[in-house]
């Protein structure tokens, strides 16, 4: 018998996952359930997302690229191979100092 979750395994290279665009923010969801997402996401140069807030902790990891990313209006320089942590509400913005990809997972419980 089949072991139907490990049917559902894949291997995946994260940075190939998204593409960058001229001018863009481009996504793609990894995995979507109840209890938290992962999303992998290619800004280019000078895009970025405004201040908001989530009401989960988020883990973002670079994988790709160099961004800003502030919380509380502190700024945080993030480049390959780092990663930072946004408290749960707790505003925050990120914006592409060179272009960038992120790996962001949110837990949700």
């Known amino acids: 018998m089949v072991n139907k979750q490990a049917s559902k395994a894949k291997v995946l290279k994260l940075e190939g996952t998204v593409k960058y665009q001229q001018a863009s923010v481009v996504s793609s969801e990894i995995i979507n359930k109840e209890t938290g997402t992962v999303t992998v996401f290619a800004f280019d140069k000078g895009q970025g997302l405004s201040e908001h807030v989530a009401p989960f902790d988020a883990l973002v990891y670079i994988l790709d690229g160099e961004a800003r990313i502030s919380i509380l209006g502190k700024p945080h320089l993030l480049k ?27 837990i949700k419980s």
Do not use: C, D, S, Y
């Open 80 to 106: 390959k191979g780092e990663m930072i942590i946004m408290p749960a509400n707790q505003p925050h913005a990120l914006k592409a100092i060179k272009r960038f990809k992120m790996l962001l997972v949110m």
